[in-house]
């Protein structure tokens, strides 16, 4: 994807400087002042899925460089629920909306009583382009949620919730995650951002737009050895959930990309299964502010524009 994208030779340099076998100290603050922690896991067929655990602040410690304590157990309905075991691969995003700050580490799963222990395989940080200002609050007495559809296909209310996002989450996996010996071998989690309505939808098929970031290419290249993600959507504002299966491919160029101010490429995305829950996460997010990066991109033609 590097190459492709030429940018391979810089990124050669970079890499080896940002990506670390242990978090650095301002990381493993960082994820103790979170209230929430987007993970991406991998079922038995090899299914990448994107979810989220929370709990008020301080739920998740970093005991040692190497090692990040979580003290929250999946909610009800999430994909972690059956995923999550002991030598599980995973990958974690920390991410704080209202700062737009934002770290990322992958590493290993140990069960401990009231949550689980991951080890260190890789932690970076990302740059805080596309991040729509949000600032959750804790809200413990959300009432528990419960599954509204389970089926291979969209209903009208995933439509919708999709149709206004302006954020969604994508769990990626190498085809050899949970191998021993190479920490890029293993789960990612991504955070994605655009104007509302940035995410197309055409029957079952999504296509995103992918802006310029920071060339690691973690999601793109993931999907080229193994096409195939997980995506969560959040109701921010009733705390519903959409978890998304689906096949995906990288789009280079064709007229459609050329339709989407800012775009570097497309990523296709063709759903297999969806899972929404009404309700269940306990927190509750205010107004956004937009990111200042989105002013550079544009819309997806209407309909009527293109006939």
Known sequence: ??????????MAQ???RVMRDHMPDQHREFFG???FVVVGSMDAQGQPWASVLAGPPGFMQSPD????????RPLPHDPLSTTLHEGAPLGLLGIQPHTRRRNRMNGTAWLEEGGFMVEVGQSFGNCPKYIQAREPVWTPAAEAGFVDHDGPGLDEASRRLIRSADTFFIATAHPQSGSAGEPSHGVD?????GRPGFVKIDGERLTVPDFLGNHFFNTLGNIAV?????LLFVDFGSGDLL???????????GAELASFDGAERLLRLDVTHVRRVRGGLPLRWGAAG??????GTGHWPRREDAQ
């Open 14 to 16: 970079i890499g080896p």
């Open 33 to 35: 002042l979170l209230p």
């Open 65 to 72: 460089p190497t090692h990040l304590a979580i003290r929250a």
């Open 226 to 230: 193994h096409p195939r993600a997980g």
């Open 189 to 193: 989690v991504s955070h994605r951002g």
């Open 290 to 295: 937009v990111s200042p990066y989105l002013e």
């Open 243 to 253: 978890y998304l299966a689906a096949h995906a491919r990288v789009v280079w160029d």
């Open 1 to 10: 994807m590097q190459a492709r994208a030429g940018v391979q030779a810089q």
